[in-house]
T-cell receptor, first 112, second 115 residues
Framework: DTAVSQTPKYLVTQMGNDKSIKCEQN?????MYWYKQDSKKFLKIMFS???????INETVPNRFSPKSPDKAHLNLHINSLELGDSAVYFC???????????FGQGTRLTVV | GESVGLHLPTLSVQEGDNSIINCAYS??????FIWYKQESGKGPQFIID?????DKRQGQRVTVLLNKTVKHLSLQIAATQPGDSAVYFC??????????????FGKGTHLIIQP
């Protein structure tokens, strides 16, 4: 069974659209994250969430919003997509903050 | 701001040789470090970790060295195999510059194993 799974794997959409990426973890972890990887492979954290507290990286536009229906899921909603949002987005989870994180396979978002 | 960085963006080694990937970090408050391997089209995969109360940790064919004096981290891979070809990231535990908790990643080194 996949530990951290995210869908879709590829997402192509037009500027201005609203889209969501889903993430589920079956590891029983308390904390989930979203990371963005740009074209130069640089990985940067966007959010961390542990069902008590959401921590947002201040560089993330408020068009991005995580939603957690339950402890095992942390979905990423993006409104009014822009060309610069094109990247690979990774969901991850860990037993607690600042320990080993397990990553999903990534969602390659292309905004045209 | 503080950051984690890598000295070499690309490293090419012959199959069977040992490889060393280096990483410099600047946050002296970091107390936990991880090396990840990322193959093309996949997510980062945990390789090995080390806490700041240690200076060396060994796994299967991999060794991580931590030098807190000079804030340097390295990953040694012994007897490299074709499957070792990937991008390797070091990561540290510290709040990001923007305040989100989680791992701070270095820029990555592309390891190429030559046949």
């Amino acid at each position: 069974d996949t530990a951290v799974s995210q869908t879709p794997k590829y997402l192509v959409t037009q500027m201005g659209n609203d889209k969501s990426i889903k993430c589920e973890q079956n590891l029983g972890h308390d904390t989930m994250y979203w990371y963005k990887q740009d074209s130069k492979k640089f990985l940067k954290i966007m959010f961390s969430y542990n069902n008590k507290e959401l921590i947002i990286n201040e560089t993330v536009p408020n068009r991005f919003s995580p939603k957690s229906p339950d402890k095992a899921h942390l979905n990423l909603h993006i409104n009014s997509l822009e060309l610069g949002d094109s990247a690979v987005y990774f969901c991850a989870s860990s037993h607690r903050q600042n320990t080993e994180a397990f990553f999903g396979q990534g969602t390659r978002l292309t905004v045209v | 701001g503080e950051s984690v960085g890598l000295h070499l963006p690309t490293l090419s080694v012959q199959e069977g040789d040992n490889s060393i990937i280096n990483c410099a970090y600047s946050n002296s408050a970091s107390d936990y470090f991880i090396w990840y391997k990322q193959e093309s089209g996949k997510g980062p995969q945990f390789i090995i970790d080390i806490r700041s109360n240690m200076d060396k940790r060994q796994g299967q064919r991999v060794t991580v060295l931590l030098n807190k004096t000079v804030k340097h981290l390295s990953l040694q891979i012994a007897a490299t195999q074709p499957g070792d070809s990937a991008v390797y990231f070091c990561a540290e535990n510290s709040p990001s510059g923007g305040g989100a908790d989680g791992l701070t990643f270095g820029k990555g080194t592309h390891l190429i194993i030559q046949p």
